[in-house]
């Protein structure tokens, strides 16, 4: 029997999109308004669900309200077959998004947390039995610290592997102090992009020679690190070695959930090499590494040339037709 993998904490955010044909900086504007689920949760689970196996189980640990962009959340996971069972209802509203792509590609994004936040460690308890017997955890930092902690301990004593998305790095030096000591320590892949890069490390990426200082900072921590550089691709390293992974070139239209799929399909990867080879992550050759970093990144291009979030997260055989 497969088992399972679980995204706790993951945060559900329906997205409001409007695209429109002026350049960012105008004061008021027209253009075309439409929708999606999204939330890092809600992608990342969505990704990894397009291209494993039927019978594997993809699990959300997360937090929506009790409103109807909670019950849209609900209907398009159950429909994309993610369990539900650990999505909890809060009196807060639901998170949202919102969402500007204008003409030069240019995307400005703003977002309520609502109900994400509230997810707590008495919640993440509830979900004990499906972390400790999982293939992979992914965490991210947009519900709270307390609750990605706590996923991570009940992972790392069940010997889990454990992926972090370090979304919204905390600024406040107790916070900050906490995701290092608290969380880090227990964090085998890290996939910040380069903003993110240099919140964690106090170092800016702006060459070869910084990149590298910067991620064997997070090296001291991780096993695996990626680093994402947009339309330069991707820094891949580990304790081995490291490359940079070319990114495919494609019209972007909707960078919208573009990370989220890397990152789900990554994981995915890593996690089908070990159950095959009986293995740990760190024991995965590098070269097969850099192979799930070039499928990962296709997923991301297929997802970015298409308007939407979870329903232009592309299927294992679309992935396979682009890479053709």
Do not use: H
């Not at 650990?86 to 500007?100: D, N, P, S, W």
């Not at 930092?141 to 790095?169: C, G, H, M, R, W």
Request: hydrophobic letters at 35%; proline letters at 4%; aromatic letters at 10%.
């Amino acid at each position: 029997m497969l088992k399972p993998i679980i995204c706790c904490p993951g945060s559900i955010n329906p997205d409001l999109k409007l695209k429109t044909n002026v350049n960012k900086g105008v004061k008021t504007f027209f253009g075309n308004y439409f929708y999606d689920l999204g939330g890092k949760g809600c992608d990342t689970c969505c990704a990894i669900k397009n291209i494993s196996e039927k019978s594997r189980k993809v699990y959300l640990v997360g937090c929506i309200g009790n409103d109807e962009w909670g019950k849209y959340a609900l209907k398009k996971l159950k429909k994309k077959k993610i369990e539900i069972d650990f999505i909890f209802k809060k009196k807060e509203k639901t998170g949202i998004v919102l969402e500007y792509i204008f003409e030069n590609g240019e995307v400005e994004v703003g977002i309520d947390s609502g109900a994400n936040k509230l997810l707590t460690k008495e919640d993440v308890l509830k979900a004990k039995k499906i972390i400790e017997s999982s293939a992979l955890i992914i965490g991210q930092i947009e519900n709270n610290l307390e609750s990605l902690a706590i996923s991570f301990k009940i992972a790392k004593q069940n010997n889990v592997p454990t992926y972090l998305d370090p979304s919204i790095v905390p600024k406040d030096e107790k916070n900050k102090k906490f995701l290092f000591t608290e969380i880090m320590p227990l964090t085998d892949i890290i996939t910040p992009d380069r903003y993110e890069l240099y919140e964690l490390t106090d170092i800016k990426p702006k060459n070869k020679k910084s990149l590298i200082k910067a991620v064997k900072k997070l090296l001291k921590y991780s096993k695996i690190v990626c680093v994402t550089l947009g339309s330069k691709g991707v820094f891949l390293s580990d304790k081995k070695g490291y490359s940079i992974i070319p990114s495919f070139k494609v019209k972007a239209v909707d960078g919208g959930g573009a990370g989220d799929t890397f990152r789900g399909v990554f994981g995915y990867k890593i996690v089908k090499y070990c159950e095959q080879n009986n293995c740990e992550i760190d024991k995965i050759p590098f070269k097969n590494l850099k192979e799930f970093t070039r499928y990962a990144n296709a997923a991301a291009a297929i997802e970015i040339s298409k308007y939407g979030t979870i329903e232009t997260i592309p299927t294992k055989k679309e992935i396979e037709e682009f890479l053709k």
